[in-house]
Antibody, heavy 122, light 107 residues
Framework: QLQLQESGPGLVRPSETLSLTCTVSGGSIRRPTFHWGWIRQPPGKGLEWVGTIHYGGSTSYNPSLKSRVTISLDTSKSQFSLSLNSVTAADTAVYFC??????????????WGRGSLVTVSS | DIQMTQSPSSLSASVGDRVTITCRASQTIASYLNWYQQKPGEAPRLLIYAASTLPSGVPSRFSASGSGSDFTLTISSLQSEDFATYYC?????????FGPGTKVDFQ
């Protein structure tokens, strides 16, 4: 059974960089039909797609975050990572990592991590 | 960017009720539409993909339809474990947007 686990600091200071890692186990991170993504959810609010990376390294980002986001992949460690710079309180959220399955009808997030709460505060 | 809207934003229902949630895209997206269920404190769960296809393990009381810009999710007979928030998401890349969610709670 595929499992994803987020890890990283739970507290980040304003203007600094938020960094999270997702470790994938129970399956390969290298299969071409899968992308790997980050979705976030501010407390009490809805889901916001942050970005996605393909096993080959190509990326797509939410246009509203694009200038601040980088997603990278380390296949040797079965991990992918999120970096979000110049954070503000508005970036406080639970950050989920997820597998995106690519089919004829687009991308669907079929496996999720449990989520990691990141609070931006001084 | 494609924007997604959902209605209603919340609804109250009882066990056994038939529940319908609608989702609308700001432009046509064919059948590039997914539905997720999220319970408090949990990660979302993929409920429907390709507008109407149930992944393995999703109960058959869930169904969905639609194409183009208008979509619906139906729960034929609401069970206690179905009280949750439901999100639609357009699946046509490179950018993927979620709807604002519909909360289904006890009447």
């Amino acid at each position: 059974q595929l499992q994803l686990q987020e890890s990283g600091p739970g507290l980040v200071r304003p203007s600094e960089t938020l960094s999270l890692t997702c470790t994938v186990s129970g399956g390969s991170i290298r299969r071409p039909t899968f992308h790997w993504g980050w979705i976030r959810q501010p407390p009490g609010k809805g889901l916001e797609w942050v970005g996605t990376i393909h096993y080959g390294g190509s990326t797509s980002y939410n246009p509203s975050l694009k200038s601040r986001v980088t997603i990278s992949l380390d296949t040797s460690k079965s991990q992918f990572s999120l970096s979000l710079n110049s954070v503000t309180a508005a970036d406080t959220a639970v950050y989920f990592c997820a597998r995106s399955y690519s089919s004829a009808w687009g991308e669907s997030f079929d496996y999720w991590g449990r989520g990691s709460l990141v609070t931006v505060s001084s | 960017d494609i924007q997604m809207t959902q209605s209603p934003s919340s609804l109250s229902a009882s066990v056994g009720d038939r529940v319908t949630i609608t989702c609308r895209a700001s432009q046509t997206i064919a059948s590039y539409l997914n539905w997720y269920q999220q319970k408090p404190g949990e990660a979302p769960r993929l409920l429907i993909y390709a507008a109407s296809t149930l992944p393995s393990g999703v109960p058959s009381r869930f169904s969905a339809s639609g194409s183009g810009s208008d979509f619906t999710l139906t729960i034929s007979s609401l069970q206690s474990e179905d009280f949750a928030t439901y999100y639609c998401q357009h699946a046509y890349g490179p950018s993927f947007t979620f709807g604002p969610g519909t909360k289904v709670d006890f009447q």
